[in-house]
């Protein structure tokens, strides 16, 4: 049984979308290599703040149909550069059930640890839904604070805590939590910023893929962010921009009858500007900060299923991503989408191109930190939650451009 403390993969649990018959053995090697992360190893593997992937990659290829020896190896490489986790001060830790010693604490690396036992302990006194609605979702300042950086790092938080809820890992949400914690706070003001705007104007609102032909159309916009800012978005938009960011931002409304929706116009806007925003006739590529809005849309289909998450909470969520991903695409330089990239795409290996099973043999193998498995499964995933709503013009990814999508993502491996 999974614990705050000990992860315990069920082959047979429900994902948001997974192989069929996936094997008990390779549940069980994940399970080990999974606790063993979760004992040995920071959320971060440096000091620069770069992100331990070792969760995602390993359920990500668990799901597509990987084998015991995959797994295994996928782990090893990644563990070889982990950094090991910090001895935990039990001071600390009983200093964070204080509020405003909690709030003191935050964005201190150092501290993960400690935040990680914090949140072991509570989950395993309320469970980890308790502590999710105490601690993101409650409205209190320390809720608030932490539902903002859930979005940090670009979507990492939230990306871990979709993993934990979506495979049902009390201690991975633990993970998710005390990661989020150890983020830094500038992205708070760009979300606080955006409700001000919505409070002041209250009918100004837009599809997603709407807002983005505006924010291309913004010069000032367009051209904030630069190559030299050490930050695209802290020091390229939000710096140069802001006002103009938060305006178009404050744009993306979601009315919480609307949620399945609302959730497949996200996962298709962030695949749209994705998938095409190419530059012939180089080589296809996908920009790596665009892919975090892509490989992070998956968890929304299952955030918006949990009954003890509200549904104003749910719409929130939705809301922050659907902002941030509008930010993410204007720290790029918002790059015209080239539809036709996608449509005429012609296969690099045809004999694994036709159908989505030839793309998960090639990539849950593929040698990568997980990136590449994560955005494959989430394009075959956005495939089945959008097709209800292609005949909107809020969804331009259609048909079998999904598939060219997938296909697309392993040129040229």
Known sequence: MATESKIVINPSVETEFAVAN????????????????????????NNAGFHN?????????????????????????????QRPNSSVDDKIVQDL????????NLSKPNYYHDYLVFFQREIAEEGYEEVVNEYVFKGDERANIMFARMFAGLLHPIIHL??????????????ALAQAAIHPKWLDQYFIAVEEKVQQNQHSSD???????????????????????????????????????VKYA??????????????????????????????????????????????????FSSFIKQSWISTANKAKLLEYKGRLDLCVYASRGAPQPLLDEITQYVPTQPSSASDWN???????????????????????????ICGPWEKSDKFRIKGDMWLKLGNMGMSPA
């Open 22 to 45: 996936l094997s008990a053995e390779t549940a069980k090697r994940a399970s080990r290599v999974l606790s063993e992360n979760h004992e040995k190893y920071h959320m971060f593997f």
């Open 97 to 104: 059930g204080d509020s405003a010693k909690f709030l003191k």
């Open 162 to 175: 979709g993993f934990g809820i979506e495979f049902k890992q009390p201690a991975i949400v633990a993970e």
């Open 207 to 245: 599809s997603l893929v709407n807002i983005l032909d505006k924010i291309r159309a913004d010069k000032k916009l367009r051209c904030a962010a630069r190559l030299d800012d050490d930050n695209l978005i802290r020091e390229g938009v939000l710096l140069r921009a802001k006002d103009e960011m």
């Open 53 to 81: 992937h070792i969760v995602h990659h390993v359920l990500t290829t668990f799901t597509l149909g990987a084998g015991p020896e995959t797994i295994q190896k996928h782990y090893d490489n990644a563990a070889e550069y």
């Open 358 to 384: 030839g793309i998960f043999e090639r990539v849950k193998v593929y040698e990568d930190d997980g990136h590449a498995c994560k955005l494959v499964r989430a394009l075959a995933h956005g495939e089945r």
């Open 250 to 299: 404050s744009q993306w409304r979601v009315k919480p009858d609307q949620l399945e929706e609302a959730t497949a116009e996200m996962i298709n806007a962030v695949v749209y500007f994705t998938g095409a925003s190419q530059h012939p006739p180089k080589q296809i590529k996908f920009d790596f900060y665009y892919i975090h809005s892509l490989n992070s849309s998956i968890f």
